[in-house]
């Protein structure tokens, strides 16, 4: 599994791949040139810039030696690749439902068309897809390798551990798979997704041949042998039956894997979300506390704010159904857009998709518990907040929910906004406003240095406001500041 393009901190201990001034080189062996080869032969050859190519997989071209960085670690190297350097890199603890669904798609999509021309996908981590807004795209090309008959997809297991099991346990028993994927970078096991589906759980697609199938296989082989061979457990779910071997000569099991990927892909297809209200879904059809000229003002506001100059990189910080974000990507390469409430990121998704827009990423973040470091020593995936630093921040009607909600100083959640960025964009909800009002009783906490003046006076230290306005009757203010 290659090591995802991160240009906030990026690292790849193996130096297979490096981040150079923006620009991102994949060293290949020549075992992997020979596989590269071999993809670039085919219409699954990806594109760069304006040239043809299949748009699933990221832009890659083979780079002159001239034109790359000198190799970080001794190898035997036999070629150079440069990869699009992408605008954010995301996990997936931080996907929602239908992204993590989308994701299993392309990975089984790629492996059906990879097949009948000679080649076959090695792995089957989520973590080898990225998104492009709402485009899911493999970054891993050296997944893609040379098959022989005899070879089944050893990237079974991990595909189930990082896509299908949180789907299955989202989808039959509306357990949110965020939390157990960030705390497990290998996803979850056959065991722990068998202990949470239930038992009329067997009988519901999927089941059976890829949870109950592959834990006995496991189980029976630790048993047996103190292991697991990979072979068994690439096999498990893989239904071979009728199929022979020519006689004295190998089966091939390419018609296996194929058959299956397609009955895993209708099955992938056919999961659906988890049902769950959400005020916030619907945040923009329930406005009661804006009246149609507060509305318009903040659209306004934004848009003016977003508008002098255009940027690299927004992050929307509780972006709800994205109207806010819609506005920053006039004026942005790309908008982070996170929020906590996975219906608000899910609706959004769902929208972006059928646009097909590739400049917004909706993701699922708690601001207040936000993706730690994951992996080897923490590094090998980067915590949220060091991925990379914005041009710009939204935060509208945020500060409130982090004062009362998480009970957070409002010193600390100011001075935390002012060291993301050297533009803000933010809307301060008063101690007289009805949300605000509403969230104090559900708080014992005296919060009494909860005043703009104290805001005002916080962001100050570091920023400079260049605009403000004021919205339902001077009980929220909407800033516009800059770095001194």
Not at 388 to 413: C, K, M, S, Y
Request: glycine residues 8%; aromatic residues 8%; proline residues 7%.
């Amino acid at each position: 599994m290659g090591a995802p393009f991160d240009p906030g901190s990026f690292r790849d201990p193996r130096g297979r791949v490096q981040l150079v001034d923006g620009r991102v080189f994949r060293w290949l062996s020549p075992a992997g040139w020979e596989s590269w080869s071999a993809l670039a032969a085919t219409p699954l050859a990806p594109g760069w810039g304006d040239a043809p190519g299949d748009r699933r997989l990221v832009p890659t071209r083979v780079c002159p030696p001239v034109d790359a960085p000198a190799t970080p670690v001794p190898g035997d190297w036999s070629g150079h690749l440069e990869h699009e350097c992408l605008p954010w890199i995301s996990y997936p603890c931080e996907w929602s439902f239908g992204m993590l669904r989308d994701a299993a798609a392309l990975q089984l999509e790629l492996l059906l068309e990879a097949l009948p021309r000679g080649l076959i996908l090695r792995d089957g981590t989520a973590y080898n897809i990225q998104f492009v807004g709402a485009n899911p795209v493999l970054i891993d090309l050296p997944s893609f390798g040379l098959r022989t008959p005899d070879q089944a997809w050893d990237g079974y297991r991990q595909f189930c551990e990082t896509t299908l099991f949180p789907l299955l346990l989202a989808s039959y028993r509306g357990i949110d798979f965020r939390p157990l994927l960030r705390g497990r970078l290998e996803g979850i096991s056959v065991g722990e997704c068998r202990r949470l589906l239930g038992w009329r759980d067997v009988f519901r697609g999927g089941v059976f041949s890829h949870v109950l199938v592959q834990d006995w296989l496991g189980r029976s082989r630790t048993q047996a042998a103190a292991g697991s061979p990979p072979e068994s457990i690439a096999s498990s779910g893989m239904d071979s039956s009728g199929q022979r071997a020519p006689s004295g000569g190998p089966l091939d099991l390419g018609p296996v894997v194929a058959s299956n990927a397609r009955k895993l892909l209708r099955l992938v297809e056919g999961l659906r979300p988890p049902q769950r209200e959400s005020v916030w879904s619907d945040y923009d059809a329930n406005r009661s506390h804006y009246s149609a000229e507060d509305v318009a003002r903040k659209d306004a506001f934004v848009a003016c704010a977003v508008a002098h100059r255009r940027r690299k990189l927004v992050w929307d910080l509780g972006c709800n159904t994205g109207r806010f974000s819609r506005i920053a990507a006039n004026s942005a390469e790309c908008v982070v857009a996170v929020d906590g409430d996975p219906a608000c990121v899910e609706r959004l998704y769902r929208e972006l998709k059928s646009e097909q827009n590739r400049t917004i990423l909706p993701l699922v973040l708690d601001l207040a518990d936000p993706t730690g470091g994951l992996g080897w020593r923490s590094r090998e995936r980067t915590p949220f907040f060091d991925r990379g630093r914005p041009d710009a921040i939204l935060a509208l009607a945020v500060i409130h929910h982090l004062v009362f909600r998480n009970a957070v100083p409002l010193a600390e959640v100011t001075d935390w906004l002012a060291s993301l960025s050297d533009e803000l964009i933010v809307e301060f909800v008063g101690p007289d406003d009805v949300m605000v009002r509403e969230l104090m009783r559900q708080r014992v906490e005296h919060h009494g240095d909860y005043t703009w003046e104290a805001f005002e006076r916080q962001l100050l230290v570091t920023h400079t406001i260049v605009a403000t306005t004021t919205l339902c009757e001077g009980r929220r203010t909407l800033v516009h500041a800059v770095k001194r």
